[in-house]
């Protein structure tokens, strides 16, 4: 038997080599399982793809050492889709295989071990004249089996399991514990039943619901979960961040209990391993995750929904640089499985395909019970700054003391950590910058410290210029710190603050979240961490202290980012039974993303948003691919990437837009050159780009190849 492998070499990106298989290993080899084999002087591992009967090569071949994995590690659905995936993005394929495992059974990673708990088994009846082993067979009244632990008497043990009576078995264990109490699913409204009602019967395979903030398209979900787990299938949840999402997780855990799997990027990689394995093992037939969870190894897969489909969390930043909606597009082909798409605010891209048809598109424009939208207050800041409020308008400040006065609970979400943003010489002007970046540091005040938020560099705060040594140097800009300081300052209330800073420890998010639903806390200050998916019941007022500043990013999506951003943190607001204000701070309150916002006008926006895409060739109305190099010397990526814009242009007709190229700020000493191309030619498309990428194989250049960039 002879086996193709598939190795870890950069240098021979998804060559697969050829080995001979010992018979004493025959019955062990399945496709998809890792196998030890020597390479050179070394020992690497592979990954089986494919046994052959014959050698269909000239020479001897070597022989493998040994079959890693009882089962297989990669079924045949993943090791199809690696192969998608690897065309698709243009990235080797053992990159692809690589991101559907946990890490634990990646290469070159420390070994992770399973737990085992030993218990004890009953085999037959037996009795005895010694005391203590009737001591221990007593404990087999009610059971037939019991944890070694809970036997104190070893002796005695040892004598019975050499009698036969008991016997020893190992079982694994799993590290994550779910102790949470078990209650029913919630009656549907009837709004909620007629769409239920469209997706189960619809006849498309893909279907998107949008549904205003509040309007329960979690309980959706369960139902159509309910009936799929009942066929005796299987479903995937993703959500976009899993530490806002606890409150969702523990909803899923208390309607379905031990059938459900976690998997996100909290999780030790033990517990990840762990939660894998019961996938593999089909011991469950739920899983809940991020992104990556959309590898989840089900089989006989139903359902797969995509909460906040529009999120930019869905794509992965690295190879493969993948959009998880085009990878669940691909499984439930493969599975015959339906797809649900659900946001209050879906892209642009999945309304328009809904739109033309391509998606069946179901919409829930109510709250649950008829609960009113919250009212949205927009502020204008240049006025304000007339006022002398640079921070926190009168209005808010108002409002503020109003909702602690009813003891109702406030969100303040401004999206900058730290204390002020950069820090500024008054004598020479010289602003602060991270060495290893093209940024101005952070100045964080509990620590004194300046810090990078790019490169994590940090430094401590310096009492004089660096430049001119000056004293005379202040702080610029306001970030979460400043603003917890001052509400201290001003208000008598408890604050609580969560940002990346506070966050950076295991189960600091969900600690925070529960302390504030048990309102330990009147204000709940952060980052965009807060502004999706949480549901507070005593929130009536939320705050948006700086409501433009995704508007002032240069981007084709910046309008659409700050309606989504607007809208969702506004939907956090008056979710029980009492009304719920809004307040956005903004320096363009006239704004068409933050005008229509204020109406909760989705489709309004949706419609003006598109004239103008369509009159600037932008997606929907054509597809973007971003080609970076990445160097550290600036000249040699200048050269190469005016070679790269030539090429482009040499290559690509009319129908194709070549934009750069550009230059990023160096950001960790690394500079980034890029181009976009817009183009709707496919196949012409791969052909340039498969091109550039043989060409810095193994060039000192890094070659980045980014289909659908988050940013431009
Ligand atoms: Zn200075
Ligand atoms: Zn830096």
């Not at 021979?12 to 001979?20: A, E, Q, V």
């Not at 808010?396 to 730290?418: P, T």
């Amino acid at each position: 038997m002879y086996i193709d492998v598939l190795l870890q070499i950069s240098a021979f990106d998804d060559k697969t080599f050829l080995y001979s298989v010992p018979s004493n290993l025959e019955d062990q080899i399945e496709v998809g399982k890792r196998v030890k084999v020597p390479f050179g002087k070394k020992e690497i591992m592979g990954i089986i793809i494919c046994i052959k009967t014959n050698n269909d090569t000239n020479y001897e071949l070597k022989q493998i050492l040994e079959v890693m994995d009882s089962f297989p590690i990669l079924n045949e659905e993943m090791i199809e889709l690696g192969k998608y995936m690897s065309d698709t993005y243009i990235c080797s394929l053992m990159t692809c295989y690589q991101s559907m495992i946990p890490s634990a059974l990646k290469f070159n990673t420390k070994n992770i071990n399973i737990k085992y708990k030993t218990y004890i088994e009953k085999l037959k009846d037996y009795t005895s004249n010694v005391k203590s082993e009737i001591n221990i067979l007593n404990l087999f009244n009610n059971t037939n089996k019991i944890l070694k632990s809970d036997i104190s008497n070893k002796k005695a043990l040892s004598k019975l399991i050499e009698l036969e009576v008991l016997k020893e078995i190992k079982e694994e264990e799993y590290r994550l514990d779910s102790n949470i109490d078990a209650c029913n699913l919630k009656e549907l409204t009837k709004d909620q039943i007629n769409t239920y009602n469209s997706i189960k019967d619809s006849n498309k395979n893909i279907c998107l619901l949008r549904g205003v903030t509040g309007s329960g398209k979690t309980e959706i979900y369960m139902y159509l979960i309910k009936d799929v787990l009942e066929k005796n299938k299987t479903a995937i949840v993703l959500v976009p961040e899993i530490s806002l999402t606890t409150q969702l997780i523990n909803r899923f855990k208390c309607i379905f209990g031990d059938d459900i799997a976690v998997l996100h990027s909290s999780l030790s990689d033990g517990e990840r391993y762990d939660e894998w394995r019961k996938i593999r093992k089909n011991e469950v037939k739920l899983v809940i995750g991020t992104r990556s969870a959309i590898f989840a190894p089900l089989s006989n897969l139903g359902l797969i929904i995509i909460d906040e489909e529009q999120e930019d969390s869905y794509k992965q930043e690295n190879n493969p640089r993948y959009k998880t909606i085009d990878i669940a597009i691909k499984r439930i082909e493969y599975n015959n499985a339906k797809l649900l798409l659900g946001s209050a605010t879906p892209s642009l891209e999945s309304y328009a395909r809904s739109k033309v048809g391509i998606y069946d598109l179901v919409e829930l424009n109510k709250r649950v019970n008829d609960k009113c939208l919250p009212k949205v207050i927009v502020v204008d800041m240049k006025e304000e700054m007339k006022k002398r409020n640079p921070i926190l308008s009168g209005e808010a400040s108002y409002l503020i003391q109003d909702r602690l006065n009813k003891k109702e609970q406030i969100m303040i979400l401004i999206n900058r950590r730290g204390y002020s943003n950069y820090v500024l010489c008054d004598e020479c002007g010289e602003v602060i910058n991270c060495k290893n970046c093209d940024i101005s540091l952070t100045y964080h005040k509990n620590s004194n410290s300046l810090k990078c938020h790019y490169c994590n560099h940090i430094e401590t705060m310096p009492n004089i210029c660096p430049n001119c040594k000056s004293k005379h140097i202040s702080l610029k800009g306001i970030g979460t710190e400043k603003i917890e300081e001052l509400l201290n300052s001003k208000y008598n209330a408890k604050v609580i603050r969560m940002d990346k800073d506070t966050t950076s420890t295991k189960g600091s998010h969900e600690r925070i979240i529960n302390d504030f639903n048990s309102c330990k806390y009147d204000i709940l200050l952060g980052t965009q961490m807060i502004s999706k998916g949480l549901d507070f019941y005593n929130v009536t007022l939320v705050i948006v202290l700086n409501g433009d500043s995704s508007l002032n990013i240069p981007d084709y999506r910046s309008a659409e980012k700050t309606f989504e951003l607007l809208t969702q943190v506004a939907g956090r607001s008056g979710r029980s039974n009492k009304e719920g204000i809004a307040l956005i701070q903004t320096y363009n309150p006239n704004h068409y993303s933050i005008e229509l916002a204020k109406k909760h006008d989705y489709i309004g926006f949706y419609n003006e948003e598109i004239k103008i895409r369509k009159k600037l060739n932008y997606p929907p109305f054509c597809f973007i691919v971003a080609v970076r190099l990445l160097t550290n010397d600036y000249e040699l990526g200048n050269i190469e990437i005016n070679k790269v814009n030539n090429y482009l242009k040499k290559k690509l007709d009319n129908n194709f837009t070549i934009l750069g190229p550009t230059i990023s700020l160096k950001i960790n000493n690394i500079y980034k050159f890029q181009c976009i191309i817009k183009y709707k030619d496919k196949e012409k498309i791969y052909e340039v780009l498969n091109n550039i990428n043989k060409h810095y194989k193994n060039n000192k250049i890094k070659l980045e190849i980014d289909f659908n960039p988050i940013k431009i």
